[in-house]
């Protein structure tokens, strides 16, 4: 029997001489690693999943290049010794048992707020009392997780609020022609109300079945059921993985939904072009990246008073705000914000502008500062 482009034996001989290619080029990249002064090489490590917290590295990674700062592959921080580690998730940092001792060590600490009645946050932030002695900076996104972190016993001087920021030119302005387009390329009535929901929040990284209750995905159906019944031809796009639950509760309702996933972070611009409003229905939020997106575009964003939507928005001059399980406050809103689509695009696009990565470089600046050795 043949195997898909050879026969089972030269697969696997492709296999073995790709295995000692990568053996042969990290023993050769560990012996240049002895010459590397301590801490001149910043490790940006994401979390393998391909979504929010990888693209964030993605963009940390590019602002420190731009700084002068020596980058690394996450792939090789077991071949490193004595260099600067930042994490993209204090659950990969806190939750791991893997040797850092000679490493400077850093994380991003978004979201997870202890006694709220999820455990997994009550251990990470327990561990973070014990152990925040060793870590040389946390970056936070919003100013309520600064508070809690800082509660930790953590000295103030290593916490940093950064928001989760926005490669601008991957969302341009929202016009009649590029809305009709992105419709036709997605499979949406032209002429139909759309509002989006881009966030994961089904439990794992499969169908996502079981509700992620911290996002509200319950709440966001039940929104939509009420804009149903002043929009009766409302339509429904989504993004992101584990969004099972979401879709079966609206195929219950009856309300029509598209779900795409874009191959690349780099597709997220056109989905928002499609859209006439963007609702946030969280309960717990380190961001989402999605107030941002949604703004650059132009497109009316209603939220809970959660993450850095609480920070970034004013409400009735750049978005809407409402408290968190206000369902009867997101529908009306998000009444208001289709039926006026372009209330805020020339104020929502400057808070994104104000909030872009290569805005953000001084702060990443001062973050490094001492964390990372370039300057020399």
């Given at each position: 029997m043949s195997a898909p482009g050879g026969d089972i034996a030269t697969v696997r001989a492709i296999d073995r001489a790709r295995s000692i290619a990568r053996r042969v080029e990290a023993a050769g990249f560990r012996v240049r690693a002895t010459r590397f002064r301590p801490y001149t090489r910043l490790l940006p490590v994401g979390d393998w999943a391909s979504w929010v917290i990888d693209e964030e590295m993605a963009s940390v990674r590019r602002v420190a290049r731009g700084l002068g700062i020596r980058v690394e592959e996450r792939r090789r921080l077991n071949l490193l010794d004595a260099?600067?580690?930042?994490?993209?998730?204090?659950?990969?940092?806190?939750?791991?048992?893997?040797?850092?001792?000679?490493?400077r060590v850093a994380t991003a600490y978004f979201h997870g707020k202890p006694g709220t009645g999820y455990p997994d946050f009550d251990t990470i932030y327990e561990r973070l009392r014990q152990t925040h002695e060793r870590l040389s900076r946390i970056q936070v996104s919003h100013r309520e997780m600064r508070e809690i972190v800082l509660e930790?016993?953590?000295?103030?001087?290593?916490?940093?609020?950064?928001?989760?920021?926005?490669?601008?030119?991957?969302?341009?302005?929202?016009t009649q022609a590029s809305c009709a387009e992105?419709?036709?390329?997605?499979?949406?009535?032209l002429s139909v109300p759309v509002i989006g929901s881009f966030q994961k929040d089904g439990v794992g990284w499969g169908e996502?079945?079981?509700?992620?209750?911290?996002?509200?995905?319950?709440?966001?159906?039940d929104v939509a059921a009420r804009?149903?019944?002043s929009f009766p031809d409302l339509h429904v796009l989504l993004s992101g993985p584990a969004r099972?639950?979401?879709?079966?509760?609206l195929s219950e309702r009856g309300i029509p939904y598209v779900h795409v996933h874009p191959k690349s972070y780099r597709g997220m611009g056109q989905l928002y072009q499609a859209l006439d409003a963007y609702l946030i229905s969280s309960r717990q939020e380190g961001g989402p990246k999605a107030v941002l997106e949604s703004l650059a575009v132009g497109v009316p964003l209603v939220s809970t008073r959660v993450g850095q939507a609480n920070d970034l928005i004013e409400h009735g001059v750049n978005g809407y705000l409402v408290d968190i399980d206000d369902v009867d406050g997101l529908a009306h809103y998000a009444t208001l914000a289709l039926d006026t689509p372009n209330s805020f695009e020339a104020s929502g696009r400057a808070t994104a502008e104000a909030h872009s990565y290569a805005r953000q470089a001084p702060l990443w600046e001062r973050f490094f500062d001492g964390f990372v050795e370039w300057n020399f």
């Open positions: 260099q600067s580690v930042f994490f993209g998730s204090q659950f990969d940092l806190l939750g791991r048992a893997t040797d850092l001792r000679s490493h930790s016993g953590i000295a103030p001087d290593k916490v940093h609020l950064i928001p989760i920021g926005i490669e601008l030119a991957l969302f341009a302005l929202r992105a419709r036709r390329t997605l499979g949406l009535p996502g079945l079981e509700p992620k209750a911290i996002k509200g995905p319950d709440v966001f159906v804009l149903v019944q099972g639950y979401v879709k079966t509760r």
